[in-house]
């Protein structure tokens, strides 16, 4: 049989397998490319207790999926400032099932009982979700910019200085506000520059910029799907956080938290928070 592999192609091996040949790549496998030998590595519960053993794997996988979230963040905001919003939107819709997929993770969560959590919970110290330093990227990155938040990771001042930097820079709503001005729209001159690492603040003359939007969609249809985009993201946000919440409350009711917040009552808090805010309240204008 006629063959077009050359001798110095490498060491791969050939295995017969239902009639057809697959070159296997000695060089790497499955297991290497993971570095799954280091990841498998990482579940070491403190305790002797079952239950640590999903805790520690919910959150672990969580940081990874958040770590995900990140990456199509930085590239949709790049993407976003080069006035390319095709794969924005695509980035944008892969945020959102990270997202859903984080919200089903706390219903796993919540297989654990109360006595299941309160076995292994002294165990933890002071170590809490709170203190996720993605977490808190993505917020800042999103536009929650509360800067009193990143001092929670004074400690490492790698991770601190990076949140400082990102507080710095405009959130992705900046970036949103400052493609819209270009395409015509009258922006408020204080909403297209200001101290990016300070709290948006709900504009009038935003949201009437996002309602002519949302008036004539055939005219600007890249911008309302766009709007859309980001109205789907924070609502898979706001339900991780519900679920978050109430899974919290199912097993520890209203406890303090690990890290020292006031637990379901500081997750209630968060509930209330928006990062675009005008694409909500354009809603009631329609």
Not at 13 to 22: A, H, K, L
Not at 73 to 78: D, E, S, V
Request: hydrophobic fraction near 40%; glycine fraction near 6%.
């Amino acid at each position: 049989m006629a063959t077009d592999r050359k001798e110095d192609q490498g060491p791969a091996t050939s295995v017969d397998v239902t009639g057809e040949d697959i070159h296997w790549n000695q060089d790497i496998s499955y297991g290497s490319y993971l570095q799954l030998d280091r990841l498998l590595e990482c579940q070491n519960p403190l305790s002797t207790k079952h239950d640590e053993m999903l805790f520690v794997v919910i959150h672990q996988a969580s940081e990874l999926w958040m770590k995900a979230c990140i990456h199509e963040l930085g590239a949709a905001m790049n993407h976003l400032a080069a006035d390319d919003l095709g794969p924005v939107q695509k980035m944008l819709s892969r945020v959102a099932k990270i997202q859903a997929n984080l919200q089903q993770s706390w219903e796993i969560l919540s297989t654990m009982t109360p006595a299941d959590y309160a076995a292994f919970r002294d165990d933890l110290g002071q170590s809490s979700g709170f203190q996720s330093f993605q977490y808190r990227e993505i917020e800042y990155r999103l536009g929650n910019k509360n800067a009193r938040m990143a001092e929670a990771h004074k400690a490492s001042p790698a991770r601190y200085n990076h949140l400082q930097e990102v507080l710095d820079r405009p959130s992705f709503y900046d970036l949103c506000l400052q493609l819209l001005a270009r395409r015509g729209f009258d922006i408020p001159a204080d909403k297209l520059e200001r101290k990016w690492r300070e709290p948006y603040e709900a504009s009038k003359g935003v949201e009437d910029a996002w309602l002519k939007i949302y008036q004539d969609t055939n005219k600007y249809w890249d911008l309302y799907e766009l709007a859309e985009k980001l109205v789907d993201l924070e609502h898979h946000f706001h339900a991780w956080r519900f679920a978050h919440m109430k899974t919290v409350e199912r097993i520890i009711g209203y406890k303090k938290g690990t890290g020292g917040t006031g637990g379901v009552s500081y997750l209630v808090k968060a509930l209330d928070l928006r990062f675009f805010p005008e694409l909500w309240t354009l809603r009631t204008s329609l």
